[in-house]
């Protein structure tokens, strides 16, 4: 079993930056990409990134494309998202989670979160003045 543990989340004010980290642990062999995706309140959860563990195409959302970025540190297992210039609709709940069938080839399947096997169990962005 595969486990993701997210951390980074916090309040900040518009326009300012967070990074979050997802690091795997248990069976880390197990997983060809980790996404990351997001849920806010009373909506659906909207896949936002991901990047594949071969060989590190990543994939954005438009709606964060230019302002967030994914990583990766194979050795480290762990996978990183940058966000910067973060606006009051990026609040979210904010969700890592791993693929486990094969690199996904285009952003459709990328941000699906139904494509995904394993979850983490969140941590909280707050944008707000």
């Known amino acids: 079993q595969l486990q993701l543990v997210e951390s980074g989340g916090g309040l900040v004010q518009p326009g300012e930056s967070l990074r979050l980290s997802c690091v795997a642990s248990g069976f880390t062999f197990d997983y060809y990409a980790i996404g990351w995706f997001r849920q806010a309140p009373g909506k659906d959860r909207e896949g936002i990134s991901c990047?594949?563990?071969?060989?590190?195409?990543?994939y954005y959302a438009d709606s964060v494309k230019g302002r967030f970025t994914i990583s990766s540190d194979n050795a480290k297992n762990t996978v990183y998202l940058q966000m910067n210039s973060l606006k009051p609709e990026d609040t979210a709940v904010y969700y890592c989670?791993?693929?486990?069938?094969?690199?996904?080839?285009?952003?459709?399947?990328?941000?699906?979160?139904?494509?995904?096997?394993?979850w983490g169990q969140g941590t909280q962005v707050t944008v707000s003045s």
């Open positions: 989670a791993a693929r486990r069938w094969g690199n996904p080839d285009n952003v459709a399947v990328a941000t699906n979160p139904y494509e995904y096997d394993y």
């Open positions: 990047i594949n563990r071969s060989d590190g195409s990543t």
